[in-house]
């Protein structure tokens, strides 16, 4: 048999492939599914060559063997879900492809999981659809300051001028990954390899056109238990953003993790699932 090189082998990784569902814009919505019972989706950050599984990969197992049914959609834009080019991505495009994706499965109710971009997109749909939310899982959610706050912060300066100017070889994506973490060796090849290959089809428009508004004066509406991470290292979220949705949401607590950036999920995946499961079942 030929030789094969371990660098060979990495490159071959990627996320597992689920079911593909078509949507009435004419989008495709890519997501994966396991175990049964309550439902529970689990929507990932952006970033380059994001999906649902890379974001989610060590919780999703440990939900869905507590007896809850487990989606992890890839939004528009990301991991194998359709990605256009000449687009603005709004946060109204992601919440109306997660409330179309809902409604073709037959789900009215359920619980939302949302780190970053995708704690914004599940923000709007408890502001928006408030029956629809039963509980709200937040890690360092997105949504909650203004354009030029986020901007502001080291670690999204760092990835928006290097992904818009030339994009990323390998070494550099990992480089940018380390970002997201305060121990870069949470960073594995694995990893890189699976994002690496999803970031070769991802136009720069996902990023460059992304538009995000800030939610703050609309929090107060959320009327479901809300439970929230957040990293004391983050260099993404500007670390008062706890706040406002401590005050805003009467039923609402976080866990605030040292030593742990923008993945709370991922640096401190086997806590946070205890907590979420604890959350989610009581």
């Excluded at 994966?32 to 529970?40: D, I, K, N, T, Y």
Aim: proline share 6%; aromatic share 8%.
């Amino acid at each position: 048999m030929p030789e094969t090189h371990s660098s060979e082998i990495r490159v071959a990784m990627r996320p597992p492939f689920g079911e593909r569902l078509a949507l009435p814009s004419g989008y495709e919505l890519h997501y994966l599914e396991s175990g049964s019972g309550f439902p529970v989706v689990l929507l990932h950050g952006s970033g380059p060559g994001a999906s649902a599984y890379s974001n989610f990969k060590q919780n999703a197992p440990a939900l869905a063997g507590a007896g809850l049914r487990v989606l992890l959609p890839d939004m528009i834009g990301f991991g194998y879900s359709s990605k256009p080019s000449g687009i603005d991505y709004t946060l109204d495009l992601f919440c109306t492809a997660l409330r179309d994706f809902l409604n073709a499965l037959g789900i009215e109710r359920c619980a939302l999981i949302g780190n970053s971009l995708g704690g914004a997109i599940a923000l709007k749909t408890a502001i928006d659809e408030p029956r629809r939310v039963d509980k709200l899982v937040l890690i360092a959610p997105g949504g909650i300051e203004s354009r030029e706050a986020y901007f502001a912060m080291p670690g999204m300066q760092q990835l928006v001028s290097s992904f818009m100017s030339a994009g990323f070889d390998r070494a550099g994506l990992k480089c940018a990954l380390e970002l997201l973490v305060a121990d870069p060796a949470v960073i594995t090849d694995e990893l890189v390899d699976e994002r690496f290959n999803i970031l070769q089809t991802q136009p720069k428009d996902v990023l460059g056109r992304m538009r995000i508004p800030d939610l703050t004066a609309n929090l107060a509406r959320i009327v479901c238990p809300v439970l929230g991470f957040w990293g004391m290292d983050d260099q993404l979220m500007p670390l008062g953003g706890y706040e406002k949705i401590l005050r805003a949401c009467p039923n609402s607590r976080f866990v605030m993790f040292a030593r742990c950036g923008h993945w709370a999920m991922v640096e401190h995946a086997d806590e946070f699932n205890r907590y979420v499961v604890d959350f989610l079942k009581r």
